[in-house]
């Protein structure tokens, strides 16, 4: 079975500091890895997905995450925070055979002028 | 470019009555997914459609029911509505023949249950 585990439900940083949401996830197949991004009562906006080709991955707005497979590990990185990026993050898994997604438990991130 | 189409975007319902929630994948797409995401929780997966047949299914009440149409569009059927219904439902559509299929995912629709 598979499953994800976001670390941290809140994550507060201040505005030009680094940004680090944390993804771990359990599969016994290579999983297909994704964050999403969701603003108060908006749809859910992908921010970049691993698929097995570069382990270092750039998305939209700045971020990046990297696959590291003896972590079992996604984090998602910025390296300047933006009062925009205020939202609630969730990093999801999937694989072939299996498609539906299983996501994890949400980050909500704070922004701090 | 277009992306998947949900109806209605809110829908008010009392208790015990029923709901139709309708979703319009990407053109080309074949596979679409239920997804119900609760207040405060992460989105859980209900069911999905392959070309018109259901292909998984998930954490779906049996008083929850779904279908994939000839043009590929879903229908989400909800009967005796409960409160702990209220939630937003998303809708994912998909192409299988895709590497990792991806999923992409509509606005959703926001049930409140009174």
């Known amino acids: 079975a598979q499953s994800v585990t976001q670390l941290g439900s809140h994550v507060s940083v201040s505005e030009g500091a680094l940004v680090l949401l944390r993804c771990n996830y359990s599969?016994?197949?290579?999983?297909?890895l994704f964050w999403y991004v969701q603003y108060p009562n908006q749809g859910l906006q992908l921010l970049l997905k691993?698929?097995?080709?570069?382990?270092l991955v750039k998305g939209i707005n700045g971020f990046e995450a990297e696959f590291k497979k003896s972590e079992t590990s996604f984090h998602l990185t910025k390296p300047s925070a933006h009062m925009s990026d205020a939202a609630e993050y969730f990093c999801?898994?999937?694989?072939?055979?299996?498609?539906?997604?299983?996501f994890g438990t949400g980050t909500r991130l704070k922004v701090l002028a | 470019a277009a992306g998947v189409i949900q109806s209605p975007r809110h829908l008010i319902k009392e208790k015990r009555e029923t709901a139709t929630l309708k979703c319009y994948p990407i053109?080309?797409?074949?596979?679409v997914y239920w997804y119900q995401q609760g207040p405060g929780q992460d989105p859980q997966f209900l069911i999905s459609?392959?070309?018109?047949?259901?292909?998984d299914k998930g954490s779906i009440p049996d008083r929850f029911s779904a279908q994939q149409f000839s043009d590929y569009h879903s229908e989400l059927n909800m009967s005796s509505l409960e409160l702990g219904d209220s939630a937003l439902y998303f809708c994912?559509?998909?192409?299988?023949?895709?590497?990792?299929?991806?999923?992409?995912f509509g606005p959703g629709t926001r049930l409140t249950v009174l």
């Open positions: 999801a898994v999937s694989s072939s055979g299996t498609y539906k997604y299983i």
């Open positions: 053109p080309r797409h074949d596979t």
């Open positions: 691993y698929t097995s080709a570069a382990t």
């Open positions: 599969s016994s197949v290579p999983p297909y």
């Open positions: 459609f392959y070309e018109k047949m259901q292909s």
């Open positions: 994912a559509s998909s192409r299988t023949s895709g590497p990792y299929n991806e999923q992409f």
